[in-house]
C-alpha cells in the first residue's frame, strides 16, 4: 500500500540545482516521493484504513514540525551524528560493540530517511535481522537498546521531533542463550595442578578473588598490601581507565592465594611497583593469549575444557553461595551494584546439589509408598 506526495517547501532545498556560480540562479524543482505505509492485509486492506494511516505519516509534514535534517538517512546519522557522541560518552570496549552491532545489522538496513522510520518499521527490521542471523533474544535486546539510543539523542538534539519509534518497538522471539558456565572448586584445583607459572597464579588470583578479567590485567604491586588487593582499574586492550561504577574496591587475599603471590614475587624479583602480570616489557600481559598458548592445551590433556575467564568469578559466587554465605557479602565480594545482578546472573546451582536434592525426594517417596503398601496389606 503506497501513496505519493509533493514535497513541501521544507524538503526544497534538499532539490536545488545551481546553474552559474551564485546562489540567485538556482532552481527549485518538486519531486514526487513514495511511501510504503503498510502490507495490503487484514485491517490495511481498506481504502479508509490506507487514507488514515497516510493522515498520520502526513501530519508532521504538513505542520512543519520535521526538521531538514530528519531527511537524512539512517546510516548518515549514525555515522556522521550518534557515533561520535558516543565516542565522548562511552568508552573504548563500548563504542567498539557499537559500531559493530551497527555495521553488521543495521548498516544494511539503514538508508531509509529518519523521519520515515516508524515503530513498524523498526520491527520488521528486528524482524529481518532475526531471519537473516537466527540471533537470540539478548543480542536483539542489544540491537533495539542501540537504536533507541539512536532516536532518543535524534529528538533530543531536535533532529526528530515527535517520540521515538524504537521505544515500542517489539523484538521476535529469539532462540534462549546459552548457560554460562561456573567452575567447580574440584575444577579449579584441577586447573591448577597442572599449570606452569605464571599461568597457575593468575588462575588462582580470578578464582580466588572474583575480579573481571580487565580487572585482573589492571592489578599492580602497590594494589596489594596487608592481605588486601585493591581494584582501582581496568585494562582493555591497551585502554586503562577506571572499573565499572561501584566496582573499585577492597578484596580480602585468602591464604592460598597468597601463597601462589609470594612465589610469584619472588620470581619476578620483589618488585614493589609495576604489574602483577606483566609481559616482557612490562606492560598488562594479554590474557586470552596466554589461555590459548598455555592454559588450554594443559587443561585439555586432562580431559576438562576451556570456559573463559568469566567462569572463575562465577564459579567463585556459585561456591560462596552455596557455602552458605550471605547474598550481601557475596555481593560486596563481587562489587555489583545491584544484588539481584548477582544472585540472577552469577549464582548458578550445582549438579551434585540438583542430584542429592532428587535423591531425597526419591527416598522419601519410596518411604511413603512401602508404608502405604504395608498398610493395604494389613
Known amino acids: 500500500m503506497r501513496f505519493r506526495w509533493g ?5 526544497s532545498w534538499l532539490d536545488r540545482r545551481m546553474i552559474g556560480s551564485n546562489n540567485r540562479s538556482a532552481v527549485v524543482r518538486r519531486i514526487q516521493k513514495c511511501h510504503l505505509l503498510a502490507p495490503v492485509a487484514g485491517l490495511t486492506r481498506s481504502r479508509e484504513a490506507a ?17 531538514p535534517h530528519s531527511t537524512m538517512s539512517l546510516n548518515r546519522f549514525i555515522e556522521l551524528t550518534y557515533m561520535p557522541y558516543i565516542e565522548e560518552q562511552k568508552e573504548p570496549s563500548t563504542v567498539r560493540g557499537y559500531r559493530n552491532m551497527w555495521k553488521r545489522y543495521i548498516e544494511p538496513r539503514g538508508d531509509d530517511a529518519l523521519r520515515d522510520l516508524r515503530t513498524y518499521e523498526i520491527e520488521l527490521m528486528l524482524r529481518d535481522i532475526h531471519r537473516e542471523h537466527k540471533l537470540t533474544k539478548r543480542t536483539l535486546q542489544h540491537i533495539k537498546h542501540f537504536l533507541d539510543g539512536v532516536f532518543k539523542y535524534a529528538c533530543r538534539t531536535g533532529v526528530l521531533r515527535g517520540s521515538n519509534p524504537a521505544r515500542d518497538a517489539e523484538i521476535p522471539a529469539g532462540r534462549e542463550s546459552a548457560e554460562t558456565y561456573a567452575l567447580s572448586m574440584d575444577e579449579i584445583f584441577a586447573y591448577l595442578s597442572v599449570l606452569p607459572e605464571p599461568a597457575a597464579t593468575i588462575v588462582a588470583a580470578a578464582a580466588f578473588t572474583g575480579v573481571r578479567e580487565g580487572e585482573l590485567r589492571a592489578l599492580r604491586w602497590e594494589d596489594y ?51 602483577i602480570f606483566a609481559n616482557s616489557r612490562n ?15 594443559a587443561i585439555e590433556k586432562i580431559g576438562l575444557k576451556w570456559h573463559g575467564w568469566h567462569a572463575f568469578r562465577r564459579g567463585l559466587l556459585t561456591n560462596l553461595n552455596h557455602l552458605g554465605v550471605a547474598d550481601k557479602t557475596i555481593q560486596r565480594i563481587l562489587r555489583h551494584a545491584n544484588i539481584s545482578t548477582t544472585m540472577n546472573i552469577y549464582v548458578k546451582a550445582l549438579t551434585t546439589d540438583t542430584i542429592s ?17 504395608a498398610e493395604r496389606v494389613m
Not at 7 to 11: G, I, Q, T, V, W
Open 225 to 275: 598490601s596487608d592481605g588486601v588487593l585493591r581494584v582501582t582499574r581496568k585494562v582493555w586492550r591497551s585502554h586503562i581507565g577506571a572499573p565499572k561504577k561501584g566496582s573499585r574496591g577492597d578484596i580480602p587475599v585468602i591464604g592460598i592465594l597468597a601463597k601462589y603471590l609470594d612465589h610469584h614475587s619472588i620470581a619476578c624479583g620483589d618488585p614493589v611497583s609495576g604489574y
Open 357 to 373: 536434592a532428587m535423591d531425597r525426594i526419591g527416598s522419601d517417596f519410596s518411604r511413603v509408598s512401602l508404608r502405604q503398601g
Open 51 to 67: 487514507e488514515a494511516l497516510a493522515r498520520e505519516f502526513l501530519e508532521p509534514l504538513n505542520e512543519g514540525s520535521e526538521t
Open 283 to 297: 606492560k598488562p600481559m594479554c590474557l586470552n593469549k596466554l589461555a590459548r598458548d598455555v592454559i588450554r592445551p
Open 7 to 11: 514535497a513541501p517547501e521544507l524538503d
